[in-house]
């Protein structure tokens, strides 16, 4: 059997004139048929440029704009390659960071397909311009830029408020569960990853003996890419053995204080900072909890965190504080589903950063079907916790906490709808610059927006 799925020579190209009498051998009746038909062979000297090649309007144009705009002097401070020394050119950090923004705009979160669109993709192209790029440029100029990615937000909606088109008055938080690249099977109890782990340590030495021993055997490109990956393997389950004891010492508490017993805790091999939690469809699986958090009259992401914990019920307090950290003031008001607003989480927006919580009351219907007032307050209440269950049974505020879903759920919407399913990388910090990614090309693009219109638009 031959080794190509088609027959040699079936898809060689046919002459023009076979192609015609083809057709016309293929017409039922009538004269000979006239046809345009490809010539793929015909020499053509084509005169454009890539500025031309690709149309005025097209959305690349925008990003680039955006980006050129940018103040990227912490990269800009990293390239010791300057005038007067010696060294290869660095590549333009606003090129890079110009290609992961669209990228992400397109969906697309890998660093070798990114690569492969640079040199296949017009619009990619228009944007490198020559410039050539692999994708270990790309993948390490995105995963070693965190602090860089976190001051790029803070600039970008610092400039929006500068503009007055960011208020930062009311904020509406969410979080969406993304899955991590882990798989089920990684899940491994503490008994079998102390195994992994001593099997992977034997890995290693035994790697390091052959390549003292055998010197001549691999090259050394090949020993180095062995030995880093078994190296890497030992790492990972040794930071997941080190999850499963913490995760095993958390579940033990919180089972104590309910007075049962605790489950045997597992860490993945393969991302040992990812947890198994329920995704929208009713199934399990390993994940992140990204936190947005959005400026509810502009739309803009002004807040952004990746948590391992499959509840909100403690992610308002961090956000607030971040947004502080940040912007060097909190929001007069934050809107939160029901699943953000433990006690702890409205006395504490209230005492320490003045801000009042709209979030819907739990239990609200089964306390009227009891004949309790939802509303009236409970004993043991802060000052806090009582003016929130008044204030959540005012008109006015049910009115307000309908732009909850209007902006948080809509900023979800478009990051799914931008390929915000599953991480394209490992790790809690990784991953938190892949939702800074998403939360920076969003606000470009609502920044564009908001200065044509020239105010303040509603998500």
């Known amino acids: 059997m031959s080794g190509s799925l088609f027959e040699a020579g079936e898809f060689q190209s046919s002459s023009p004139g076979a192609v015609a009498a083809q057709a016309a051998d293929q017409a039922a009746s009538g004269g000979k048929p006239r046809l345009r ?15 031309q090649l690709l149309p005025p309007d097209h959305e690349v144009r925008v990003v680039w704009e955006a980006v050129r705009q940018l103040d990227l002097s912490l990269w800009l401070g990293e390239i010791k390659a300057v005038e007067g020394s010696v060294g290869r050119d660095a590549t333009d950090p ?33 944007l490198c311009g020559g410039v050539t790029v692999n994708h ?54 503490k008994a079998t990853l102390e195994k992994c782990l001593a099997e992977a340590r034997e890995q290693v030495e035994t790697l390091n003996q052959l390549a003292d021993e055998n010197p001549d055997e691999l090259t050394r490109r ?9 190296t890497e393997r030992q790492a990972r389950i040794e930071e997941a053995l080190k999850q499963c004891v913490q995760l095993q010492a958390e579940r033990e508490e919180r089972a104590g204080q309910a007075g049962q017993p605790a489950k045997a805790a597992r860490a993945s091999t393969t991302d040992p900072e990812a947890r198994v939690m329920k995704f929208a469809n009713g199934g399990y699986g390993p994940g ?45 008001e934050a809107l939160v589903d029901g699943g953000f607003a433990s006690k702890e989480a409205v006395s504490d927006a209230a005492e320490n950063h003045a801000c009042t919580v709209y979030a819907p009351l739990k239990d609200e219907e089964k306390q009227r079907a009891a004949g309790r007032d939802p509303y009236a ?31 948080a759920e809509w900023v979800n919407a478009q990051c799914r709808n931008r390929g915000l399913w599953q991480m394209p990388v490992r790790g809690s910090p990784k991953c938190r610059i892949v939702a800074l990614l998403y939360a920076i090309a969003h606000n470009l693009m609502q920044g564009v927006k908001l200065r044509a219109q020239g105010g303040i638009m509603t998500g």
């Open 37 to 51: 038909v490809p010539q793929r062979d015909q020499i053509e000297m084509r005169w454009a440029s890539l500025d």
């Open 94 to 126: 606003r090129l890079l960071v110009g290609l992961w923004v669209y990228a992400t705009l397109q969906g697309e979160g890998s660093g070798r397909k990114l690569a492969g669109l640079c040199a296949q993709h017009l619009a990619y192209q228009w």
């Open 136 to 189: 270990h440029l790309l993948s390490d100029f995105r995963s070693q830029g965190g602090e860089k990615w976190d001051a790029l937000l803070t600039q970008i909606v610092a400039a929006l408020m500068a503009e007055n088109l960011v208020t930062l008055q009311r904020v509406a938080q969410d979080g969406m569960r993304v899955r991590a690249s882990a798989g089920k099977s990684s899940f491994r109890r």
């Open 222 to 230: 090949q020993r180095s890419a062995r030995q880093r990956a078994a």
């Open 288 to 332: 992140y909890n990204v936190q947005f958090s959005t400026d509810t009259p502009s739309g803009v992401i002004a807040g952004v965190d990746v948590t391992n914990a499959g509840s909100g019920s403690e992610q308002l307090p961090p956000m607030l504080n971040q947004l502080e950290e940040r912007y060097e003031q909190t929001p007069d």
């Open 377 to 407: 307050p409970k004993k043991g209440d802060s000052p806090a916790l009582a003016a929130w269950r008044a204030r959540m049974g005012t008109a006015a505020a049910k009115l307000i906490y309908q732009l909850r879903c209007q902006t």
